[in-house]
């Protein structure tokens, strides 16, 4: 297999990835196979992520697929159990299950007068529904698996649970209130369970991407001739390496912050890998 990253030796340990059928999060289960880790790989579509654990598979690592729903407490709890029964107790746990969803996003940055009546969808719009599967989804999508994969942890030193927070809990970005409000309370959180899991042998920190692009953003990013949209022509202006992240360029943070010896005394922080999105004011 390629070698890893800060040579991060995970040999003999179990890492569990949700989201894994997604480009960035089955990206992260091969960044973890190839440090020697044994992975399985979560995601609703078993498919797409069994497609990448055979992709693993022929690397020479070892990998499994399950089909997981993350908001649903019981199916999690089984899978766990699965988990251990084929690979071992989880010692690593990266909850990438995430992502938007359109009836909570506005078509304008900004309110204008007139836009309640407009053929648009503004603020008054919002769909309390999709507001809350938003909300859910990454919310509790990070506190359920956390619950079921945390039981194996706690007591054995040397453990991590890894969440995937954004530059939108730093400040949020236009058009997607529900999705930045919710990355928000994943730092938060990421936090508490820093605190709540200190005694026990388990770190818990966060890494927040900047902007990639990916099959959930691309229409945002993209028009459908490929051309580059007016939000990227702001995102990339806001980005002083102007240029969206490549996603082995998430490699480095993601093995750094699981490197018991690198990384032992840091819990509880956030790691920005943004291209100095959040260090530029604009002006």
């Not at 880790?37 to 055979?54: E, H, R, S």
């Not at 999709?130 to 990070?142: Q, W």
Request: net charge negative; glycine share 10%.
């Amino acid at each position: 297999m390629e070698k890893n990253v800060l040579n991060t030796d995970l040999t003999g340990k179990v890492a569990v990835v949700t989201g894994a059928g997604g480009v960035l999060c089955s990206a992260f289960a091969k960044t973890l196979a190839r440090a020697g880790a044994k992975v399985a790989l979560l995601d609703l579509n078993f498919d797409a992520a069994d497609a990448y654990a055979k992709e693993i598979e022929k690397e020479g690592g070892i990998a499994k697929a399950y089909a997981c729903n993350v908001l649903d407490k019981e199916t999690c709890y089984i899978v766990a159990d699965a988990v251990q029964r084929d690979l071992g107790k989880c010692d690593i746990l990266v909850n990438g299950a995430g992502g938007n969803n359109p009836k909570a996003t506005t078509d304008k940055e900004y309110f204008e007068l007139g836009d309640i009546d407009a053929d648009t969808k503004s603020f008054f719009d919002l769909d309390s529904d999709g507001v809350g599967f938003v909300f859910n989804l990454n919310f509790l999508g990070t506190l359920i698996p956390t619950q079921a994969f945390a039981r194996q942890m706690v007591g054995r030193e040397g453990c991590n649970i890894l969440n995937i927070s954004s530059m939108n809990a730093y400040t949020p970005l236009t058009k997607i209130p529900a999705y930045s409000g919710a990355k928000a309370a994943i730092s938060n959180f990421t936090q508490w369970l820093a605190v709540h899991f200190s005694k026990v042998g388990i770190r818990v920190n966060a890494i927040a991407p900047g902007f990639f692009s990916t099959k959930q953003n691309e229409k945002l990013l993209f028009n459908p001739d490929g051309t580059p949209t007016a939000r990227t022509g702001k995102i990339l202006a806001a980005t002083p390496m102007a240029r969206f992240g490549e996603s082995h360029e998430l490699d480095g943070g993601l093995l750094f912050l699981l490197n018991n010896q690198a990384a032992g005394f840091i819990t509880g922080v956030v790691l920005p890998i943004d291209g100095g999105f959040s260090a530029y004011s604009g002006v």
